[in-house]
């Protein structure tokens, strides 16, 4: 279930709650693009930002307008107590795997955070995709950790940020880290901008933001990587060149609220407060390349 | 009031719940050492881990168990929504005073930290203080932003982080800042390792972790301080070296909860899981000191 392509929508909101038609619109447009997976209350998703009932909403919504494609649900959370109940609150939902990131206000130790992986996917009965993204969590994992983590039960998949720059190195990178975890877990490719470079590398899957707008545009790149049509998928990616450059100076989720809101997708504020979408401004040269996407 | 000791007691955690017990103790020894305030839910007091009832708990407790000591809350949370239930929460359970940091999951920018303090102090009854820490929240304040958000009503302190080395160039940053704001608002240093040479150099007060375990102690440097036996603060201030050393290797909060367990005042894990307190060995050299203090 983890591989392919992974689309993760914005959760988004309205007179400071969450646009559940909005959100139920944004799902059929991935439904209807028929990607492998939807990855709900990711960063993009601002799960951080939710309170338990609304994370259980969020995910409630994707799977009664999903058909038959499987939702992951980050489940994310300062305390484990608060993670284990979203675990079990995903569960219930209907989510089909879960998402955790080792987030922090203390940075954690690698103790803390092999503790948190080893209770976590022992009280799981879904798959578990470890999300590592140093620039929100303040954690770095090492590869030994990762090695330690994906041989934990129910622990099904590595979400990786960017790669080195080439494509020989990238593919260095993800046999490294492939030859410390069991055969049977797949490493995701996030950070958009990598996409195509770590899908011709030889990662399984991509953990995509882009994705969650642009669905048939993703899955055109995914599946060029995967029928072995490399140089489709890298100049696939260099086209959106103006996006990257978007999330590279403002982050992903700020510019993808922005894109929503520009295409009528959604209205309002879009983001929870205080978080603020660009101004047209800041869009700059992007606006001509989001109007035609998709 | 916000000058002077303001301690920040630990929020102890025993079997995943908040130890009332404990935490009544701790409040205690703060009343007697006659502290000029005590500031609940501070990062020592693991306010990002707790949920509103439990955040409303402590505020409760410690206002019926501080005699006429004022309790200034923090309530930072990452979405402006929490943030005005907690401060809204702050006021009904008896705090004198609110902290607010603009923690972050997506670091703000500069507008949305602007608008959050307006939002926020047009929406108070009680004074505020503007929690400056780069390291918790990955947004630096400029001076130039100071000024304005302590321009607004309500607004009556800033909590600094640490300064530069030497007296001269501390007294130097004091001044610079005070020239741009509000003459009412007071100036208090954090980072338990400038405190000493914060008051020196001209703050009005010390928000002090140090004093939330040892207030006797911290009263020693504050009131040295304020009587202008210069020498005698920077003298008692270097007496505590390795515990300085201890909040550098571990940040603040994991010595603290590992402090409060061995001088037998909490019990059980101390802090919320998925943190951990230090083992004996990381405790090292420390331990000494910390067995004859206060």
């Not at 400071?16 to 028929?34: M, Y």
């Not at 979203?86 to 130790?109: F, K, M, R």
């Not at 669905?215 to 996006?243: D, F, K, N, W």
């Amino acid at each position: 279930m983890l591989t392919g392509l992974s689309a993760f929508p914005l959760t988004p909101f309205q007179n400071e709650g969450i646009d559940e038609h909005a959100f139920v619109r944004l799902v059929h447009n991935l439904a209807e693009a028929e990607v492998d997976s939807i990855g709900v209350l990711g960063s993009t998703g601002s799960y951080m930002y939710l309170n338990r009932a609304e994370r259980r909403r969020v995910i409630q919504l994707a799977f009664e307008h999903a058909g038959n494609i499987p939702i992951i649900a980050g489940i994310g959370a300062l305390r484990t107590r608060d993670v284990l109940q979203a675990a079990e609150d995903a569960q219930t939902a209907g989510a089909s795997g879960v998402l955790l990131a080792p987030v922090s206000y203390q940075p954690l130790t690698e103790d803390e955070v092999f503790d948190l992986y080893k209770q976590v996917s022992g009280e799981l009965s879904i798959p578990l995709c470890v999300y590592d993204n140093p620039s929100t969590t303040k954690f770095t994992f090492t590869d030994e950790l990762h090695g330690r983590i994906s041989s934990l039960p129910n622990v099904s998949s590595i979400k990786i940020p960017g790669l080195p720059g080439n494509a020989a190195e990238a593919q260095d990178r993800v046999q490294k880290l492939r030859a410390l975890i069991p055969e049977d877990v797949t490493i995701g490719i996030s950070g958009d901008r990598f996409a195509a470079l770590g899908l011709n590398a030889g990662c399984d899957g991509w953990y995509s933001v882009l994705g969650g707008l642009f669905p048939r545009t993703a899955m055109h790149i995914v599946r060029s990587a995967q029928e072995g049509r490399s140089q489709e998928a890298s100049r696939l990616s260099e086209e959106l060149e103006p996006i990257w450059t978007l999330f590279d100076r403002f982050g992903s989720l700020r510019p993808t609220a922005t894109i929503a809101l520009r295409r009528g997708w959604i209205s309002g504020e879009g983001l929870p407060r205080p978080l603020k979408p660009l101004s047209p401004a800041e869009l700059g040269d992007a606006a001509a390349l989001i109007d035609r996407l998709d």
